[in-house]
């Protein structure tokens, strides 16, 4: 049973596009979609975190407005990170979920019971999950993993139920 899902921003959460305006400030996109899923498994007493390459103050807003406890922003080695939270939340690799999208993501995604890439991922990323999702990163892949999972693990009554 799946109990903690891992999220790469970038190319995951978001369709990989960095926008930057005139005066610097940068611009990112989520999905709505992916976003109630992901308050939906938190609202089910599950957990889910955050590992991503780079620091944007956009992605602590949108963890903070999706009720995240464990936000790693800036982080290279992301296996490490992974688990550094797998002993402090007493979780087993084989009961967590992870998408990502890149090479930077390869050895977190190696490392976890089951892993996910969006269907825009790079290649060698795709080659080496267990599951290429239909979406694209941004584009309702972190919603299309969620239903999976919840599918999976006989949750779907239980994910509907938080709404309805």
């Not at 996109?29 to 957990?47: C, E, H, P, Q």
């Not at 790079?122 to 969620?146: P, Q, W, Y």
Request: aromatic share 6%; glycine share 8%.
């Amino acid at each position: 049973m799946i109990e903690m899902l891992v999220f790469d921003v970038d190319g995951c959460l978001t369709n990989g596009m960095i926008t930057y305006t005139e005066s610097g400030d940068e611009i990112k996109s989520f999905n709505v979609k992916d976003g109630l899923a992901i308050a939906t498994w938190i609202r089910m007493g599950k957990k889910a975190i955050i590992i991503t390459g780079r620091k944007s103050k956009i992605v602590q807003k949108r963890a903070k407005e999706l009720n995240l406890t464990h936000i790693y922003q800036g982080i290279r080695y992301k296996k490490e990170k992974l688990d550094e939270v797998l002993l402090l939340e007493g979780i087993k690799a084989e009961n967590v979920a992870i998408i990502g999208d890149d090479l930077n993501d390869y050895n977190m995604l190696k490392a976890c019971g089951c892993s996910f890439a969006p269907n825009n991922a790079a290649s060698k990323i795709k080659e080496s999950v267990d599951v290429v999702l239909n979406s694209d990163g941004g584009e309702g892949a972190v919603r299309e993993m969620i239903e999976i999972i919840i599918e999976k693990d006989g949750l779907s009554e239980r994910f509907l139920k938080e709404w309805l």
